[in-house]
């Protein structure tokens, strides 16, 4: 059966004069062509467009990437920065605690960075708490009270200046440290025999949990995190899981 010539009939919306074009037959078979060849390329167009798209969503993600990477590696920095102020801050300490006049040891033992003994005093073993835990006399401010929340006050408040040294009542090992609302930056060491000694509003602690410390050995710095009005150190002494009055145990240097 021949193929029929193709009409095209255009119809102005304006009302004007009706156009018709006659397309002969032997045209049909290319205008088809071109029409599926039409198709292709529009599809591949849209095909190009998506893939396009996605490349650039996924570079968009890759520069968020980087620069939270950025911000990251900022942080570090900081706290590069921070760590070796305070390594040099701790070896200013050692400094100033590490020894005596003409070779006799010092009255506060501090650790070497690296472990080991710096000194040899009799009484750096004793784990009974029975050393005042500053290296100055401070001021008692308020002891033991005992009873019911909020009268209750399980140990000794010792004013003292900010970044005061703040020593260990007696050799033991590290059993808790910690931030908490009331007792600001504080460390609890575990003696043995039934005794655990807190210290509490810090501003800087010095060991971590699992470390073995020895009697009158630096700790901390005071100050005044938690609830706290001004910068002091809180003291108390634990026997069996019940507070006893510290006093009972420490005095303040002559």
């Known amino acids: 059966m021949a193929e029929e010539d193709?009409?095209?009939?255009?119809?102005?919306?304006?009302?004007?004069?009706?156009?018709?074009?006659?397309?002969?037959?032997?045209?049909?078979?290319?205008?088809?062509?071109?029409?599926?060849?039409?198709?292709?390329?529009?599809?591949?167009?849209?095909?190009?467009w998506a893939y396009f798209a996605m490349r650039s969503l996924h570079i968009d993600r890759l520069e968020t990437r980087i620069r939270e990477l950025e911000e990251d590696a900022e942080q570090v920095?900081?706290?590069?920065?921070?760590?070796?102020?305070?390594?040099?801050r701790y070896a200013q300490i050692r400094a100033l605690f590490g020894s005596g006049v003409?070779?006799?040891?010092?009255?506060?033992?501090?650790?070497?960075?690296?472990?080991?003994?710096?000194?040899?005093?009799?009484?750096?073993?004793?784990t009974e708490p029975t050393a005042?835990?500053?290296?100055?006399?401070?001021?008692?401010?308020?002891?033991?009270?005992?009873?019911?929340?909020?009268?209750r006050h399980p140990g000794l408040d010792i004013a003292?200046?900010?970044?005061?040294?703040?020593?260990?009542?007696?050799a033991g090992v590290v059993q808790e440290v910690g931030d908490d609302p009331v007792y600001g930056r504080y460390l609890v060491i575990d003696h043995g025999n039934g005794y655990r000694t807190r210290y509490a509003h810090a501003n800087l602690l010095l060991v971590?949990?699992?470390?073995?410390?020895?009697?009158?050995?630096?700790i901390a710095l005071s100050g005044s995190t938690g609830r706290s009005s001004a910068p002091h150190?809180?003291?108390?002494?634990?026997?069996?899981?019940?507070?006893?009055?510290?006093?009972?145990?420490?005095?303040?240097?002559?």
Do not use: C
């Not at 006799?104 to 003994?117: C, D, K, R, T």
């Not at 005042?132 to 009268?151: H, I, K, N």
């Not at 003292?160 to 007696?170: K, T």
């Open 208 to 218: 971590t949990e699992g470390t073995a410390v020895r009697r009158r050995e630096i």
């Open 102 to 126: 003409d070779g006799i040891a010092s009255e506060v033992w501090l650790p070497p960075p690296a472990g080991g003994a710096s000194r040899s005093d009799d009484d750096q073993n004793s």
């Open 77 to 88: 920095e900081v706290l590069r920065a921070t760590l070796e102020q305070l390594e040099s």
């Open 233 to 254: 150190l809180h003291f108390e002494v634990h026997l069996d899981g019940q507070p006893v009055d510290p006093l009972t145990l420490v005095q303040p240097p002559a």
């Open 132 to 151: 005042w835990p500053l290296t100055q006399r401070g001021f008692v401010t308020r002891t033991l009270l005992e009873g019911e929340a909020p009268d």
């Open 6 to 48: 193709g009409t095209v009939i255009y119809v102005p919306g304006n009302g004007a004069e009706t156009r018709t074009w006659v397309i002969p037959a032997r045209r049909m078979p290319w205008i088809r062509r071109g029409l599926k060849g039409g198709a292709v390329l529009l599809v591949l167009f849209v095909m190009s």
């Open 160 to 170: 003292v200046p900010a970044d005061s040294y703040i020593r260990a009542a007696g």
